[in-house]
């Protein structure tokens, strides 16, 4: 009997997710994002084999030189290969808004459903605590953080995810709470089951949907908040690549070499572009009603 | 009845929603006529083309993506479907009105209902804005509200007391005609009765003609002279309440009356119609009701039934009748 | 209403003191002796150590943090350890110009981002529609300092329009106007476009169809308004988005605004100009918050209305506006 019951159980779920693909994949610009999103993640992966040099081999022979067959996207001033420092600088950029993201979500949503389930004293607390770290314009908390643990990718990647707590932890806290007065939950609780357990088993299922579209569309917002810092010199620094430093590189050599400020800005450009479309879909699709 | 009596006639009205999943034929070739004070109810399931029919009328389908295809409405003799956009803006407000289905969102949130009420007026009577206010707050009163509520917003009322002022609204310019789209159907049973008496003594005391869409046979029995019953976009069946109640004929309308709980008559049981209504993108073909229909003949699947009369002004649209 | 308000300044407080807390402590555990840095590489240790004494580096981080808060509610924010000028002085004479920017950022932003989403939601499906939508798309998606740098490539390196840096005069303002409010524009937009849309599909729309009212009429008075509500909180959260892209993009065009004196400071571990900084930023914030939770009830009547009443119905609100302010924030983004 008991078996019937989480087959079953299975299948429903199963089909939900076949339903949400189903609509998703007929949205062609959400599909577009996400042939975009793959092609980076292969370029990331696979950088080593896609880069035509090291990302930090220097030939003075080819400083500052315009883009030719030799060097796609031409060269800087130590000779580097801009485009090579582009496709490795997909694996920091992904890197740190993948990581960074999971970390604010991780804690976000922790603290979330316990201010949303508990309420009273908890959701006061943890919510002013919110309204603090909100109250911080978030560049500029960013950038204080960054300033703390001094510059560098592990300085972005705390800096991003602290900054980006606020706002799951809003967004969870008020899936919660709808989901807590639902039937179900009085059910679970009726029938003795623990908090940790209504928590894990019943609400955080329920409130998946709004946490997943978040955090797509929250990606995209921490690649942009990691090339911000890292071009005001405070996130990542070279010789490692990164689009934003590259940006801040590119600055100085604008006026005579300007396709240096070129690729890199392309490059961050089509990467929240496509995290913003494929997460505009997701929320569409996860969500029909929104949508007509 | 006489041609100088009549208030509105629709012939052959064929309204359309055309969708990226294909063509809705909402509305689908339907006749009536309405005089002067009269009442009429159009009855029918969700999705039967009764809304649509309404906002035809009015002159307000969502267009794109709805558009009238074919047809004609007169009122008072002109055609309302040639009217320019300024002509249909004077009709609307002044000569006939719509009272729209949910009273908890027909009003303006932000703007008081005095306001909204003095709007409709300022449109219409050259009045001043004090005037207006003043009669405003007449017909406040004559809904049953006391005119001093006029500065309050919408989300101070009840649902019903909502709905007494959307219909102070469609009343404020006596206009000849109001269309009534399910005026009761979100409020409670014993302030749907309410309303209901409220809006058949104004109309009396008015002479105003209603054209009063529901899915509750017992309202129209309550209120209207004249019913017609509407399925899949068509006017299945049509005529005086004793025509249609007493004599019915068409299988929807049995169907109908069959499924309604009733206290006179003892029935075991209620007889739901089977079966769903057709999707409106993929009507079957012949008699639209054939697949649901218990007296379903071959011929029913092939031949679309015409309007026919059974007795004078009872109109059926089924083979069984021809 | 007055009540309202004077509650509301009261209630920024317990906030105000937290971010000073939370930046005091970050920059507590920030590396680095700033004895050492003034006196620079060549002082020697007894003279390190008596400057560390005399600036109460030594102290415990409470009894430094409560010094620092007393001498904040006499208005002093501490002394700047590269110029030696007062905190406060350094930073009056940089709020103005970043203020300055933020605020002709999110004017010119509400100017184009409102009426364009409102015709873009009125004439859904054509042209206009998906030109805007792929403006606001692209307008989220791009870095607002790359923006910043093409403007500049574009207006200043190739044309020789509009002058790249320093902001002497109006014509200085134009392009960090543009490349800052790039994306405030299409967030804006793309509000301003939805909650239009979701208000035109309102029946109090048909109502007002329906007694005659002209179209344009029902657009500007009965659904504009309606919609203004969201905007509205889209706004508020632009501008605080607006002073972030002040700060990056000061650097690009090297204003001298408070962005570039705190990036400035914090590269030259200049503490208490940085902490000064970020709490000048944040109060200007939660001002910019205040003043447009004051709008709304300004718009609506329902929120008005509860202003009046008990405490316990203002509480529930306060959620509710929060948490409609959340979605519509996540909406926008």
């Given amino acids: 009997m008991k078996k019937k019951g989480t087959e079953q159980g299975h299948i429903k779920k199963r089909s939900q997710f076949q339903e949400t693909w189903k609509r998703l994949s007929k949205n062609r610009l959400a599909m577009v994002g996400l042939a975009i999103l793959a092609i980076l993640v292969i370029t990331a992966i696979f950088a080593d084999l896609i880069a035509p040099y090291p990302y ?17 996207m031409g060269t800087d001033e130590y000779g580097r290969d801009i485009f090579s420092r582009v496709v490795y600088g997909s694996r920091t950029s992904l890197y740190v808004g993948f990581i960074s993201l999971m970390g604010g979500a991780l804690i976000g949503c922790i603290f979330g459903a316990i201010a949303g389930f508990f309420g009273g004293k908890t959701d006061n607390i943890i919510m002013r605590t919110c309204d603090v ?95 911000s810092l890292s071009f005001l010199g405070l996130g990542v620094q070279p010789p490692m690549p990164e689009w934003g430093s590259m940006l801040s590189n590119a600055r100085t050599f604008m006026r005579d070499y300007s396709y240096m400020v070129i690729s890199p800005g392309i490059a961050i450009m089509l990467t929240v572009l496509a995290l913003n479309l494929f997460g505009d879909g997701l929320r569409d699709a996860l969500d029909p009603k929104l949508k007509k | 009845m006489e041609t100088k009596n009549k208030l509105l006639e629709v012939k052959d009205l064929s309204i359309h929603y055309f969708t990226d999943e294909g063509v809705v034929r909402a509305v689908n070739n339907i006749d009536f006529e309405l005089a002067r004070g009269e009442t009429m109810g159009l009855v029918g399931e969700t999705g039967a083309g009764k809304t649509t029919t309404a906002r035809g009328i009015m002159g307000l389908v969502p267009n794109p993506p709805g558009r009238v295809v074919s047809g004609e409405i007169l009122f008072e003799g002109k055609d309302l479907l040639n009217a320019s956009k300024l002509q249909m803006r004077l009709h609307r407000g002044k000569d006939f009105s719509m009272i729209f289905q949910d009273p908890m969102t027909s009003l303006n949130p932000i703007l008081t209902v005095g306001d909204q009420i003095a709007e409709v007026i300022r449109l219409h009577e050259k009045l001043s804005h004090k005037d207006a206010n003043r009669k405003a707050a007449e017909i406040l009163e004559m809904v049953g509200i006391p005119a001093e509520r006029m500065s309050e917003y919408p989300h101070q009322f009840s649902g019903g007391m909502k709905q007494r002022v959307v219909i102070a609204i469609a009343l404020a310019c006596s206009p000849k005609l109001i269309i009534a789209d399910e005026p009761t159907t979100a409020l409670d049973v014993t302030i749907q009765a309410q309303v209901l008496e409220l809006m058949r003594d104004l109309q009396e005391k008015l002479g105003t ?69 057709p999707d409106p993108v993929d009507l079957p073909s012949g008699c639209p009701f054939h697949p649901r229909c218990p007296d379903c003949m071959e011929s029913c699947k092939s031949r679309m039934p015409v309007k026919t009369e059974v007795s004078p002004g009872h109109y059926v649209r089924c083979l069984r009748c021809e | 209403m007055l009540r309202y308000i004077a ?31 003034i006196l620079g590489d060549l002082a020697t240790k007894e003279e390190v150590e008596a400057l560390r004494e ?25 002394t700047s350890y590269t110029t030696k000028l007062p905190v406060w002085d350094e930073i009056s004479a940089r709020l103005p110009v970043t203020a300055k920017v933020a605020f002709f950022v999110i004017v010119f932003a509400v100017l184009i981002g409102v009426p364009i989403g409102i015709l873009s939601a009125v004439r859904q499906y054509t042209i206009i529609d998906s030109i805007t939508r792929v403006m606001a798309l692209l307008g989220i998606t791009m870095p ?43 967030i804006i937009t793309r509000t301003a476009r939805s909650s239009m849309l979701e208000v035109i599909r309102q029946d109090y729309i048909d109502t007002a169809r329906a007694k005659g009212q002209k179209e344009r009429v029902v657009l500007f ?43 400035d400071a914090i590269k030259a571990r200049n503490y208490p100009l940085v902490t000064g900084s970020v709490l000048v930023l944040s109060l200007l914030q939660s001002l910019v918050n205040l003043f447009i939770d004051l709008l709304y009830a300004f718009v609506d009547p329902r929120i008005r209305s509860q202003y009046s009443r008990s405490k316990k119905k203002t509480k529930a609100l306060n959620g509710a506006v929060t948490a409609g302010a959340g979605t519509a924030a996540g909406k926008g983004e």
């Fill in chain 3, 144 to 186: 607002s300092f790359w923006f910043a740098l093409l403007l500049v490539l574009l207006f200043s390196v190739k044309l020789g329009w509009l002058p790249a840096s320093g902001l002497y005069g109006p014509a200085y303002y134009v392009l960090p106007i543009i490349s800052i409010s790039a994306a405030s524009v299409a």
């Fill in chain 1, 56 to 72: 930090d081999e220097q030939d003075y022979m080819a400083t500052l030189q315009s883009p030719s067959w030799e060097h796609l």
């Fill in chain 1, 133 to 227: 770290l909100h109250g911080i314009p978030q560049i500029v908390l960013a950038i204080a953080i960054a300033s703390t643990i001094g510059p560098g990718i592990t300085s972005a990647l705390i800096a991003v995810a602290v900054s980006s707590v606020p706002n799951f932890a809003r967004v969870v806290r008020a899936a919660t709470m709808t989901v807590r007065d639902q039937e179900y939950v009085e059910a679970s609780q009726s029938l003795g089951g623990n908090n940790t357990h209504i928590i894990v088993r019943h609400i955080f299922p329920n409130i998946l949907a709004p946490i997943i579209v978040q955090a797509t569309l929250g990606i995209g917002k921490s690649i942009l908040l990691c090339a």
């Fill in chain 3, 221 to 263: 008075k009965h659904a504009l308004l309606n919609a203004l509500i969201p905007i509205l909180t889209v706004v508020g959260i632009q501008f605080a988005g607006s002073l972030g892209g002040a700060v990056v993009n000061e650097q690009v065009f090297a204003i001298p605004g408070i962005g570039k004196l705190m990036v």
């Fill in chain 3, 54 to 78: 005399e600036m109460g580096l030594n102290d415990s981080f409470f009894e430094r943090y409560f010094r620092y808060m007393g001498d904040l509610l006499k208005g002093d924010l501490g």
């Fill in chain 3, 7 to 37: 509650k509301r300044i009261f209630l920024m407080i317990p906030v105000l003191l937290g971010i000073s807390f939370v930046i005091f402590l970050l920059m507590y555990f920030t590396p680095g002796d700033p004895a050492q840095m």
């Fill in chain 2, 209 to 277: 003609a209603m054209l009063l869409i529901t899915h509750d046979l017992g309202v129209v029995a309550d209120t209207c002279n004249k019913v017609a019953i509407m399925y899949a976009g068509q006017i299945v069946e049509m005529g005086s309440l004793e025509n249609v109640y007493d004599n019915t004929k068409h299988p929807y309308t049995k169907g109908l009356f069959g499924s309604l709980p009733s206290l006179s008559i003892k029935s075991k049981r209620l007889v739901p119609i089977d079966g769903l209504m």
